[in-house]
């Protein structure tokens, strides 16, 4: 494309290039609700571009007011998931899946009674200590990704007030005594 770029469309959106060395500079805007909100940084003005038009078709997709769990983790997982190991990505999959009975509410309006009750039907299913942490840093991450691009006030971030069992050791390890050493060493010999 030449230097030279078109006018885009009135209410369509706006992209800007940030000054200085950035690794994303150019910025996409969008008026929402009345504002004017930056939806996203790109690499190249035509892949800011293609995410704006793709932003355009589904606005939706970052209505506060209408974007559901399940949507918002997809957003999350494309935001997170190449920043960690794959370990740690399948034991976030796997705690998701626990979290079913959020996936078709709107994420603007769970309730920590809905996020506790998640939880309590980790603990319920038989899952431990370590399935309850691991779902609660995925809400977590959700809630940080959430706020960060303004889906919600920072006040509406509830994963720190989620509850789960403290951590209990299945069984109490018994070291050996002096005795039983001295009788270990005996049997060697």
């Known amino acids: 494309m030449n230097n030279k770029r078109l006018k885009l469309p009135n ?3 706006s992209i800007t290039k940030k000054s200085g060395r950035r690794r994303r500079p150019y910025e996409i805007r969008k008026f929402i609700d009345g504002r004017q909100k930056v939806i996203g940084y790109e690499t190249t003005y035509e892949s800011a571009l293609a ?3 793709e932003y355009n078709k589904n606005p939706l997709l970052f209505s506060p007011s209408e974007i559901t ?3 918002l983790f997809c957003l999350v997982k494309a935001y997170l998931y190449p920043r960690i190991k794959e370990r740690t990505q399948s034991s976030y999959n796997c705690a ?3 979290l ?3 996936y ?3 994420f603007a309006k769970i309730r920590i009674g809905d996020l506790q009750s998640a939880i309590r039907d980790i603990h319920d299913s038989g ?3 370590s399935t309850q942490k691991k779902a609660r840093q995925v809400l977590h ?3 940080t990704y959430a706020v960060k691009y303004e889906i919600i006030p920072p006040e509406k971030d509830i994963s720190r007030y989620i509850d789960i069992d403290k951590d209990k050791k299945v069984y109490k390890k018994t070291i050996f005594n002096t005795r039983q050493i001295y009788k270990l060493f005996r049997a060697t010999d």
């Open 96 to 98: 998701y899946k626990h």
């Open 11 to 13: 209410g369509f959106g």
């Open 127 to 129: 899952a431990g200590y």
């Open 104 to 106: 078709d509410k709107q």
């Open 100 to 102: 079913n009975r959020l």
């Open 141 to 143: 991450h959700m809630y």
């Open 51 to 53: 995410f704006l038009c």
């Open 69 to 71: 769990f399940d949507e």
